[in-house]
């Protein structure tokens, strides 16, 4: 079965500077997809990023840019030049490839705070 | 730009009421979820369907029913609430297997 487990709950950082979001995960699969996405104030969910398990390079899209470290099944999230608009609850999530349904399991979410 | 559309956004019922939500997405894609995302933020999936069929089915409750007319809809039917039913219910569609998965707005039910 899978798990995904972040067990930060809340960060707070100031405006400018770079966070990091830790996300660990459990699969019996050889071949995943792991994903992170975000969630607004108005309760919106848009996707991020995301790292395919075969890619040996971490992802990278715009001051997104993940730290997949596959021997310790981790995928951890870095915003660098963090922005208010930042601020915003961040799910890991993850994708086995033959799973049925291609079902997304998400973990319970790590709430950002960018302050001035 | 918004392309899973859902309705209602919000829902105020008593217990032992019937509610339905409605999903439809403009993506052309071939399979609809429906998540359920409760007070403490906690994302779980309820159903799947790939082309109107029922793929995934959580353990959810009995008098949780999707329904789909094709594959560009899934709607959600509660038929009678309980109050652990108050709680986000996000519609979302994906294309296959490697890619990402777009939500809708979500449905907001509270159950008094």
């Known amino acids: 079965a899978q798990k995904v487990t972040q067990t930060q709950t809340s960060i707070s950082v100031v405006e400018k500077t770079t966070v990091t979001m830790d996300c660990v995960y459990e699969?019996?699969?050889?071949?995943?997809?792991l994903f992170w996405y975000k969630q607004t104030a108005s309760g919106e969910i848009v996707f991020l990023i995301r790292?395919?398990?075969?890619?040996?390079e971490n992802a990278t899209v715009g001051h997104y840019s993940l730290n997949f470290q596959k021997p310790k099944s981790s995928i951890g999230l870095i915003i660098t030049a963090t922005q208010i608009e930042d601020s915003a609850v961040y799910f890991c999530?993850?994708?086995?490839?033959?799973?049925?349904?291609?079902?997304?399991?998400f973990g319970i979410g790590t709430r950002v705070l960018v302050r001035p | 730009e918004t392309a899973v559309f859902q309705t209602p956004n919000y829902h105020v019922t008593q217990v032992g009421n019937e509610v339905s939500f409605n999903c439809k997405q403009t993506?052309?894609?071939?399979?609809m979820y429906w998540y359920k995302q409760d007070s403490k933020k906690l994302l779980k999936i309820m159903f799947s369907?790939?082309?109107?069929?029922?793929?995934v089915n959580e353990t959810v409750p009995r008098r949780f029913s999707p329904q789909s007319s094709d594959k560009a809809h899934l709607n959600l039917r509660i038929k009678s609430v309980e109050p652990e039913d108050s709680a986000v219910y996000l519609c979302?569609?994906?294309?296959?297997?490697?890619?990402?998965?777009?939500f809708g707005e979500g449905s907001r039910l509270i159950v008094v």
């Open positions: 999530a993850m994708r086995e490839s033959d799973s049925a349904g291609n079902k997304l399991t």
């Open positions: 699969t019996r699969d050889s071949s995943y997809f």
């Open positions: 790292q395919d398990s075969y890619k040996k």
């Open positions: 993506l052309g894609h071939d399979t």
């Open positions: 369907y790939n082309n109107k069929q029922l793929i």
């Open positions: 979302a569609s994906l294309r296959g297997p490697g890619n990402t998965l777009y």
